[in-house]
């Protein structure tokens, strides 16, 4: 595995980017949740950033996957949190990897179970596109281009600082 | 014939695991590890938080048939995994077995057959006699997940997870804790499980209590001390599981009269004073108020009771869903 | 008939101090002369008497096995007469009492003899007819002792799942006396043994089946053995199981009582932690029991307190034990097994051989009421013929019996039966 860019960084921008895109469209107290567990991470980030008065969510998708007949059921499964009301809300659903947009899907999937929110925002650290669902991020960290199986993780080292680390080549 | 003991071990083992060691069907408590109990305490924790929501139900299960196969009538454990299924978007069959093609004379691996043959995933069996489960897991239907919901007096395992969940978020861990179970033990699968259960969990001390007639023969070998006195067995218990008394120990004359039994055995006030102050009192239910257990303490603020039918689903669903990962991973082995 | 001249063979008859490798001349259904005369006379008998050379086999008396259901008449779906015998002379087994819990019950002289001349026309082991003490096996009204015994009857049998009152059994037993009859009893309290199915201890409490407590035999077996006592009645105990009944039975042979008393072979080799996983082909009746149990079971052979193994075969089509343990039927399909199975007692030093093939052979033919039996000039020439080293796996191919119910299914054993003779006459292989 190569290490790659600068996690800090990329970071910084995207609060930047992210707090022009809720000005341009009105969005005054969202609440933050982060897909476990790479996009929890990010969230924290986003969340301390934004100063978010609503606390933040965790969501643990284990139980919305579609591959269950396939893999069956994820044995780390943690219960998911969102402890405040998902109704009517804002909501920015923050992961740290977008690919195939599966993720994602069972996400929104579990947020409505939750109840009816306003709206949901997109935010993702890194784009490998190879998307194979009609789903976009409003605001990216980076775009990258990989080789259809190359991976790339995101992982926290033992200080809390994070660190995106590859297997597979670019294109 | 000492040298196929562990051979057989393993055999008995390998009924309810795949290659991987995942469940494939949920038969007993016995012989299965720590870390996979501990899995499915696990599990249901994060079902529990699906519970708490408006739209109590996930995908997972979705497009697979469930049966509930109720040899035996039990209204509330049926009604438990039904509603375990259903919230995680199974399709629920309820089949009440003792009325329906057995009692027209046709045996108990053909009727099974037949469903297997409508395609079903998963079968849920309550069952009077004593290693039927294992009989259908082992020779009838080894590829539908077989969930034992209790039969005769051999197991309940789902009965002792939830149990085991319902201690762990009260005591959160199970080292050190002296658990006495109280009542007809002899005919009980419950206690049978929740014993296996809380040994294999690291409980200190298992105790349990309950006149000769009620005790089984050799019952040191489960592992427990046994208590012919209440008060004494009671003495600084973190945790007390009463058991259901059945109307027809009287009729057997393993005991006199339920009031006898109230009077010696029955926990009452004055009697649960002997365990720890932070003790907590549980029951499989349903509960005989003055049989088994005096109302002030089943309503009291040390009864655990309805955690336990809460906690019951979300049991109910870890392991229907643990069972079916390890049908979908032995079927690619 | 032919005559018969089996040399080189390793002739082995405790009871009758035989043990030596030598020549046997067979002729007329008798065994007409064992060692140099055997030679000399077929010599003289020249072209006449097929040889076969057995080059240091075993030669025994035939097997007597006093328990063994043959199905017919009445369940032919689990055995029949051609199969069950075809498999109890490919067992080595010459001698066979029939048990009475037929359908009908074996309790009249019709019966008996339609079993008689049925087993007659196969030509292969001797039945030797046991009827139910009791009409149907009810444990009421007495079966026609003298009748029975006319129609060649060998015992009157009291089953071990009727209820009987002490008063019929103490009647039975006089009556019995009456008609020099011998009574057998398998001896369980059949009210108190209730629904169980196995023995009551540490494995029917973790897998929470119904335990039959050990107990329960005893107190039928020290009924019966009071009431054979003040009767005088002749009396066999067919299979016990505990270590408290070779006590008992040890104590009323030291007192004098006329009884003899048998094992099934399963209780010398397995304990009830065999049983795991509810396998069904476990389901034996009487329990397997403890460890204890097995090991004065083995000491009571040795010693000649237990006078007798059998097989108890129970032959089972397959749907009876494709059921929850407690719904199987008990029993396991015993004839081609007794022989391997004892010589294992043998080869792991738990039982003298001597003791093993008395209690096969002798001893339980003398039961049967064959006094002159076993390998000296003048008996009948009932032999089995063994290769102790041949070895086998149970498989259902293995087995002839109808009945592929085992316990010991996959495992491997040595001593395998190359011939059997019943009368002088070849009975196995079969001739065509």
Not at chain 2, 240 to 250: A, G, P, S, V
Not at chain 3, 147 to 167: D, E, F, P, W, Y
């Amino acid at each position: 595995m190569a290490s790659l860019m600068i996690v800090a960084d990329l970071l910084e921008a995207m609060s930047k980017n992210l707090k022009q895109y809720l000005e341009t469209n009105n969005i005054e107290s969202p609440a933050v949740i982060g897909i476990r567990s790479g996009g929890v991470w990010v969230a924290e980030y986003l969340h301390k950033k934004l100063a978010c008065e609503t606390p933040m969510g965790e969501l643990d998708i284990s139980f919305y996957r579609d591959d269950f007949t396939r893999k069956g059921l994820n044995p780390m499964v943690k219960p998911s949190s969102l402890p405040f009301e998902t109704e009517g809300k804002d909501i920015i659903l923050v992961d740290d990897v977008i690919m195939s947009g599966r993720t994602i899907r069972a996400a929104m999937n579990e947020i409505f179970d939750y109840g009816r929110p306003a709206r949901i925002i997109l935010v993702s650290l890194v784009d490998m596109g190879n998307r194979e669902l009609p789903i976009q991020p409003d605001c990216v960290g980076q775009v990258m281009a990989l080789s259809e199986h190359g991976q790339v993780k995101l992982l926290k080292n033992t200080d809390g600082t994070l660190e995106l680390k590859q297997r597979g080549a670019t294109k | 014939m000492e040298a196929n003991l562990d051979m057989q071990m393993n055999k008995a083992l390998s009924v309810q695991l795949n290659q991987q060691g995942q469940l494939k069907h949920f038969l007993t408590i016995d012989e299965l590890p720590r870390t996979l109990l501990e899995e499915i305490l696990d599990t249901a924790d994060s079902f529990i938080e699906v519970g708490q929501r408006s739209i109590k139900k996930v995908p997972l299960l979705r497009g697979k048939t469930v049966v509930n196969l109720f040899f035996e009538a039990s209204t509330r454990t049926r009604t438990t995994f039904e509603l375990a299924a259903k919230r995680l978007s199974a399709d629920v069959i309820n089949l009440d077995i003792s009325t329906s093609a057995t009692s027209k004379g046709e045996s108990l691996s053909d009727t099974l057959q037949n469903l297997e043959a409508m395609a079903s995933d998963m079968f849920i069996v309550r069952h009077a006699q004593s290693g039927a489960p294992h009989f259908i897991a082992s020779q009838v239907c080894p590829e539908v997940a077989i969930i034992n919901a209790g039969d005769g007096r051999h197991a309940h395992p789902t009965q002792a997870m939830l149990d085991m969940l319902t201690i762990r978020q009260r005591k959160q861990k199970f080292e050190g804790l002296v658990v006495a179970i109280v009542g007809d033990i002899l005919h009980s699968r419950v206690a049978r499980s929740q014993i296996r259960a809380l040994r294999m969990l690291g409980a200190a001390e298992v105790r349990i209590i309950a006149p000769n007639t009620l005790i089984p023969c050799d019952a040191e070998s489960l592992g427990v001390s046994i208590y012919r006195d209440m008060r004494n067995g009671l003495k600084d218990v973190d945790v007390i599981i009463m058991l259901r008394l059945q109307r027809e120990r009287m009729e057997g004359a393993l005991l006199p009269s339920e009031g006898e039994f109230f009077r010696v055995y029955g926990l009452d006030e004055e009697k649960l004073a002997y365990a720890k102050p932070d003790a907590i009192v549980m029951h499989p239910g349903p509960i005989n108020r003055g049989v088994e257990i005096a109302s002030e303490v089943a309503d009291g603020p040390q009864s655990v009771i309805l955690n336990q039918v809460t906690n019951g689903i979300a049991v109910r669903m870890a392991v229907m869903s643990m069972a079916m990962t390890g049908q979908i991973a032995a079927k690619s082995e | 008939m032919n005559a018969i001249f089996l040399t080189n063979g390793h002739l082995l008859d405790p009871a009758n101090h035989v043990d030596q490798k030598t020549d046997l001349f067979l002729q007329n259904g008798k065994i007409a002369a064992i060692g140099e005369s055997a030679k000399k006379m077929a010599l003289s008998n020249n072209a006449a008497a097929t040889e076969i050379n057995l080059s240091g086999r075993l030669v025994m008396p035939g097997i007597a096995d006093l328990c063994v259901s043959l199905r017919e008449p009445g369940y032919k779906q689990k055995g029949t007469f051609a199969s069950e015998l075809s498999a109890a002379v490919k067992g080595g087994i010459t001698a066979i009492c029939s048990h009475p819990l037929s359908k009908p019950v074996n309790d009249t002289e019709a019966i008996t003899r339609l079993i008689r001349n049925k087993c007659d026309e196969f030509g292969k082991s001797r039945v030797l007819p046991v009827a139910a003490a009791t009409k149907g096996a009810e444990g009421l009204q007495l079966s026609e002792y003298q009748g029975l015994k006319g129609a060649g009857c060998v015992a009157v049998c009291h089953n071990r799942r009727t209820q009987i009152s002490t008063q019929v059994l103490r009647r039975s037993m006089q009556y019995a006396c009456t008609h020099d009859m011998l009574v057998v009893i398998e001896p369980e309290d059949a009210a108190f043994a209730g629904d169980g199915c196995i023995a009551d201890g540490r494995i029917s409490t973790r897998l929470g089946l119904v335990g039959i407590p050990e107990v329960s035999e005893s107190i039928a077996l020290s009924r019966a053995l009071l009431l054979a006592e003040e009767t005088g009645v002749k009396l066999h105990v067919a299979q016990i199981s505990s270590a408290k009944s070779v006590a008992l039975i040890a104590q009323a042979k030291a007192l004098g009582v006329k009884v003899t008393c048998d094992v099934a072979i399963h209780h010398l080799l397995l304990t009830d932690a065999d049983i795991d996983d509810f396998d069904s082909m476990f389901h034996l009746r009487p329990p397997l029991r403890t460890e204890k149990d097995r090991a004065a079971l083995q000491a009571g052979i040795e010693s000649g307190t237990i006078d007798a193994i059998v097989s108890q075969h129970l032959p089972h089509d397959v749907a009876a034990k494709q059921a929850p343990f407690a719904e199987s039927a008990s029993g396991s399909s015993g004839l081609e097994l007794l022989l391997p199975l004892a010589l294992k007692l043998v080869s792991e030093g738990r039982v003298s051989r001597g003791a093993i093939v008395r209690a096969l052979t002798t001893s339980p033919a003398a039961i049967m009421g064959r006094s002159n039996y076993g390998l000296v000039e003048g008996s009948d020439a009932d032999l089995c013929i063994v290769d102790q080293d041949s070895a086998f796996t149970v498989t259902p191919a293995y087995f002839v019996s109808q009945g592929k119910n085992t316990p010991y299914s996959g495992h491997s054993f040595t001593g395998l039966v190359t011939h059997t003779y019943v009368s002088g006459v070849q009975v196995y292989p079969p001739q065509s």
